[in-house]
């Protein structure tokens, strides 16, 4: 069979390696600084394995840089995460690029209401501004049903790919972080058309629920799963930082791999890692889908 093999934490691990503490604009602000550990982090992925680059545009948002002054940088880094995918993926000498639609606001948090023809024109600017470069474009952890309907219209225009990417409950895999039923995102997979639709930045015990009903939607379907131990209150609050999110001791390579093997047993044809899985867990993953006759592409 054939598997696409996403890469891993993009923001998480550029935080790391920068060794600078972390603010509210997350990777954005080691983009800024050190816009070479990106491309490094990109670089990284493919050599383990991975088949398509994610961009470091998740945090990349007019209303997060508002709140730091830096509206006028938006742009710019946007052309500087899309390059430095650009050049990984071309040194690398194969892949594709995934131009990565983050939530406005911030993640798991449905409670902000986004009016809707605001997400649909906020997103619409980045797959505007995006688009030349990327292979495909992925909206990522999503948590609501208003949520991906005002991403989902807001690529309406690209003649690309679109990904549509939706995080669950911590302990219930069959529901949104919003509380609406995983189910009922059906009529908006009918409306839109995504090309895939995939559970991500949410526990790994909990995908394999929620993938058997992603796979009723008709569509090529796979999961990236995140590491923390859960998602705090802290980090629930306004502009909060990683360091109120603690990562897992039991989900080394081996621990993630058993997880991820299991979803493509289910059917699965995308998998990877959300935030804390990295590169070693990737290649790990690539060890054993090529070990158990897989292709990747």
Known sequence: MQITLL???????????????????????????????VGAVHGDY?????????????????DRLVRAGLEDQFEDLLS????????ARDAHGAGRIAAVLGPLGASYRPDLQIPLDEAQRLFSELVHLMEPKADL????????????????????????????????????GTRLRSGEALRDLASLIDEF?????????????????????????????????????????????????????????DLGPVEYAKFAMGWVAQGATIVGGCCEIGPDHIAELARQLRAAGHELI
């Open 137 to 172: 474009f992925l909206i990522e952890t999503v948590s609501s049903l208003d949520h991906a309907r005002g991403a989902l219209k807001g690529c309406a225009a690209t003649d690309k790919p679109v990904w549509l990417a939706v995080t669950v409950m911590d302990d219930d």
């Open 7 to 37: 890469d891993g934490s993009i923001g998480q691990e550029i935080v790391k390696r920068s060794g600078d503490r972390p603010t509210p604009l997350w990777s954005t602000s080691v983009m800024m600084d050190q816009p070479d550990v």
């Open 80 to 87: 500087i995460a899309m390059a430095q995918a650009e050049a």
């Open 193 to 249: 058309q995504p090309e895939a639709v995939l559970i991500n930045c949410s526990r790994p015990e909990v995908i394999a629920e929620g993938l058997e009903i992603v796979r009723t939607f008709g569509k090529p379907f796979g999961a990236f799963a995140n590491g923390f131990t859960g998602i705090t209150e802290g980090f629930l609050q306004d502009a909060p930082t990683v360091d109120a999110l603690e990562q897992r001791r």
């Open 46 to 62: 493919f050599a383990a394995g991975a088949t398509v680059a994610s961009t470091n545009t998740y945090a990349v948002h007019r």
